[in-house]
């Protein structure tokens, strides 16, 4: 079973100003993961996947970085609608095998 | 643009059975993709339970895997979980979704139902 953690778990940033948040694997994924944002009483909404492809319609703002066991969500000049709650996920070898979640990152303004 | 829609009950008793239901729009689930459930309790973070592929076949959270079953009904466009012994830690927020299916995407999760809370209580 693959364990996703994810740092901080609480992260204080100015609007206008740079996100970096991570997210490690117990052992390696590939580039097989995923960035989701979340916002309160909202379903995730997903960001990245393969570690650095932006979704449909996801800003320029918003990339990712990293293979193997480590990861990065960097947000730049961040905006008041990008304080939500992060998820990384990783779904090497699906399926079968699982896929799993890292535990979160919020994102606050400072 | 494809539409997910959970329903079920948001009361379950301790011990007996938790049922939801996602109905899909805009698009047939016989056509392809996979399609998923995730749960996420009160103020946590999000946990898979399972998938279940266009063709009937599944795949669950080893954690979860003896209690849920997850199945498709591709005549009313629609999939459906059961967790069987269900306890107050099964209180949740349930999502279902869609998987993507191709590439880099394969297994990430592209759409989301709203979600739905399932409270565990007598």
């Known amino acids: 079973e693959i364990v996703m953690t994810q740092s901080p778990a609480t992260l204080s940033v100015s609007p206008g100003e740079r996100a970096t948040l991570s997210c490690r694997a117990s052992?390696?994924?590939?580039?097989?993961l995923a960035w989701y944002q979340q916002k309160p009483g909202q379903a995730p909404r997903l960001l990245i996947y393969?570690?650095?492809t932006r979704a449909t319609g996801i800003p320029a703002r918003f990339s990712g970085s990293g293979s193997g066991t480590e990861f990065t969500l960097t947000i730049s000049s961040l905006q008041s609608e990008d304080f939500a709650v992060y998820y990384c996920?990783?779904?090497?070898?699906?399926?079968?095998?699982?896929?799993?979640f890292g535990q979160g990152t919020r994102l606050e303004i400072k | 643009q494809v539409q997910l829609q959970e329903s079920g009950p948001g009361l379950v008793k301790p011990s007996e059975t938790l049922s939801l239901t996602c109905a899909v729009s805009?698009?047939?689930?016989?056509?392809?993709?996979?399609w998923g459930w995730i749960r996420q309790p009160p103020g946590k973070g999000l946990e898979w339970i399972g998938s279940i592929h266009h063709s009937g076949s599944t795949d669950y959270n080893p954690s979860l895997k003896s209690r849920v079953t997850i199945s498709v009904d591709t005549s009313k466009n629609q999939f459906s979980l059961k967790v069987t012994s269900v306890t107050a830690a099964d209180t949740a927020v349930y999502y279902c979704a869609r998987l993507g299916r191709t590439g880099a995407s394969a297994g990430t999760l592209d759409s989301w139902g709203q979600g739905t809370l399932v409270t565990v209580s007598s």
């Open positions: 805009d698009y047939s689930i016989s056509s392809g993709y996979s």
């Open positions: 393969g570690a650095s």
């Open positions: 996920q990783q779904y090497n070898n699906w399926p079968p095998g699982g896929i799993a």
């Open positions: 052992q390696s994924v590939s580039s097989n």
